[in-house]
């Protein structure tokens, strides 16, 4: 208790209490502080920082209560930039405390962690409030090539964030650090029943930049879009499912463009690709063609069309024009299997990954170069920094954007029907 700190106001009335008197030479003041507040307390030199910080009334005065303590860090004195480990925090005061201490004062920074989709270690930046602009955290982040990344996201939604944003209104502390082409515009437009939250009125849409790593299910968070009752249609023909990832859609000008309606599409189609079993799903109306189910698996699997066929039930469905209702309308959903036709292979390495995509004789090395890229996630602009090497008995061999697979075979006299690259980033 302080000298001036009645009994009264820490006891519950009625309730029998006991207090122990103990030796001032026992105890020491404790000063937190956290942007601009100070809370000063007395306690035992025994006591640990983190029993300290459990303290409810302690966190409420210092304007901490909606922040995770993982989010903070604290930071030994008034000037020094000590940051102090969990271990540290677990020991007793005394460790902080010489000779001629009366006193400890600790300050409480937030921690803001930084990641890059090119990059797995994060870096982090200590901020002394949160009073500050997302232009001004840009600017503290070390070893940051103005040229290369050009925006900060919620890495929550993976939504693009305004400059001028405040930290204070944002409830994160973790951000994505991208470039221009990890970005993309969305436009979803809504019908006029809906009656949605930060719409633009004049527009009658939702306008906005996400990374293109982003999934649907990222913008329905990020405009509390009701999952279960509200469905984002595609081209005017399908609705994606939400764990769809926005770089598998074309943008037509850059802006992937999305119409929002109260009922989803009546027949659900689940699509198996053979050569890694993975599925996707999506829903679509009953007179939508082969043709087309075929050109949204392949886009979404990003895959050749050229080159697969889908099959049901192990028949081949050759004809482009037939429906969904023609092939069977009793029905409310259908599995179907995407399988490569009888081609050649390119066996592509990227560094510990290797994938196989399927091609022809006339099939050019800039070709075989931007469908890897698809595959890796690897942006579409970022292509003149790659090339492609044919692994050969003798080594590898570099090859011109311009040569064909019929080209290549000069390497390979026994004309084998998989042929090994490897994918390398231009040594500059």
């Known amino acids: 208790l302080d000298d001036e700190q009645s009994i009264s106001s820490t006891i519950e009335q009625l309730q029998p209490t006991i207090i122990d008197g103990i030796s001032r030479n026992s105890t020491t003041k404790v000063t937190f502080t956290y942007e601009n507040n100070s809370v000063s307390i007395n306690t035992l030199k025994s006591s640990r920082i983190s029993h300290l910080l459990n303290n409810e009334n302690l966190l409420r005065r210092l304007n901490l209560i909606d922040i995770s303590p993982n989010d903070c860090v604290l930071v030994l004195g008034e000037t020094n930039e000590q940051v102090l480990s969990q271990e540290d925090i677990r020991q007793p005061l005394t460790a902080y405390l010489s000779a001629e201490d009366r006193s400890v004062h600790f300050r409480i920074s937030i921690m803001i962690q930084i990641l890059r989709y090119d990059n797995s270690e994060p870096s982090s930046l200590l901020l002394p409030s949160r009073n500050v602009t997302m232009e001004h955290i840009f600017q503290s982040i070390d070893n940051v090539p103005a040229n290369v990344y050009k925006y900060l996201a919620s890495n929550s939604t993976k939504k693009i964030i305004d400059n001028c944003e405040k930290l204070s209104n944002l409830h994160e502390t973790k951000f994505l650090l991208v470039k221009e082409n990890e970005t ?245």
């Open 184 to 428: 993309c515009f969305i436009s979803v437009k809504k019908s006029k029943t809906n009656q949605l939250l930060d719409l633009d009125d004049e527009q009658n849409a939702i306008h906005q930049r996400f990374t293109i790593y982003a999934q649907i299910r990222d913008i329905y968070q990020e405009n509390q879009l009701d999952i279960d009752r509200q469905y984002c249609l595609y081209s005017n023909d399908f609705v994606p499912s939400i764990d769809t990832q926005l770089f598998l859609f074309p943008r037509s000008n850059s802006t992937i463009e999305f119409a929002l309606f109260d009922q989803n599409l009546p027949f659900k189609v689940t699509i198996q690709n053979k050569e890694n079993q993975q599925t996707i799903q999506f829903h679509c109306s009953l007179t939508i063609n082969v043709g087309r189910l075929q050109s949204i698996a392949c886009q979404l699997f990003t895959l050749n069309g050229k080159y697969y066929v889908l099959k049901e039930s192990g028949c081949t469905l050759d004809d482009e024009d037939i429906t969904l209702n023609e092939i069977n309308s009793a029905v409310k959903e259908i599995e179907l299997q995407l399988e490569p036709k009888p081609t050649i292979h390119s066996s592509i390495k990227f560094g510990e990954r290797i994938i196989e995509l399927p091609c022809s004789s006339d099939t050019l090395v800039e070709v075989i170069i931007k469908e890897a890229l698809d595959h890796f996630h690897v942006c579409q602009e970022d292509y003149p920094i790659y090339e492609l090497f044919a692994l050969t008995d003798d080594g590898e061999s570099q090859m011109d954007d311009t040569y064909s697979i019929e080209n290549i075979y000069e390497l390979f006299p026994s004309r084998p029907t998989t042929i090994p690259f490897e994918l390398k980033r231009k040594q500059v």
